[in-house]
């Protein structure tokens, strides 16, 4: 019975590991609901770039970015001069921080100004595992054929304070142009700073 429990748990971690997102690789395809309460799965926008973006809005390291605006800026980029997706995720279990309804996930897209394509909520943290989504903000770009091509952190000063954000690389805006170029990106893999995600 050991023997059976010892090879499953070893099967188990191979299928972690297995099923970790790669750059260069198919990135995991998901379907969630979104505040709308319609399914959005990532094979829907084959032929568009989509950036994911893994959210909390307490976590004050969020708030650096959305506060001045440079979330929302780069949002705006990313969609009007890039023709991308932009999808923000919500993996906090109910009852941790950064959990929100559907509405009130909507006020704050509205109250912040923010310009996502669609907010997706993932409450069983399924999709954000699949992708080893560990902070927030975390950042993943994905091409027009599907495969992952940037993931980590949005900029390169893991502080708090936005006063440093002009100072600091942007690297998703960085990919994107590199991307648009028809560039390799520079830095494909860089650490996510942030607030742990409460699974």
């Not at 705006?76 to 023709?83: E, G, S, V």
């Not at 897209?109 to 954000?128: F, H, M, Q």
Request: hydrophobic share 35%; with cysteine.
């Amino acid at each position: 019975m050991m023997q059976v429990l010892a090879t499953s748990l070893l099967l188990a971690l191979s299928t972690a590991v297995i099923a970790a997102p790669q750059i260069g690789q198919p990135a995991p395809d998901f379907t969630l609901t979104d505040t709308q309460g319609n399914e959005v799965s990532l094979s829907d926008f084959r032929g568009q770039t989509v950036i994911l973006e893994w959210t909390n809005h307490d976590c004050p390291f969020v708030v650096k970015h959305y506060q001045p605006g440079n979330m929302q800026d780069q949002q705006r980029l990313a969609r009007n001069q890039h023709d991308a997706v932009w999808l923000s995720i919500i993996s906090s279990r109910p009852g941790a921080q950064g959990h929100v309804s559907p509405e009130e996930a909507d006020e704050l897209t509205a109250s912040r100004d923010a310009y996502p394509n669609a907010v997706l909520i993932d409450e069983p943290g399924d999709v954000g595992r699949a992708y080893d989504a560990r902070v927030t903000p975390h950042m993943y770009i994905i091409d027009a054929e599907g495969i992952l091509r940037y993931m980590g952190g949005i900029d390169s000063n893991p502080s708090r304070d936005p006063e440093d954000i002009p100072d600091a690389t942007q690297y998703v805006v960085v990919a994107l142009e590199q991307m648009a170029a028809g560039e390799e990106i520079t830095d494909s893999v860089t650490r996510p700073y942030g607030c742990q995600v409460h699974y």
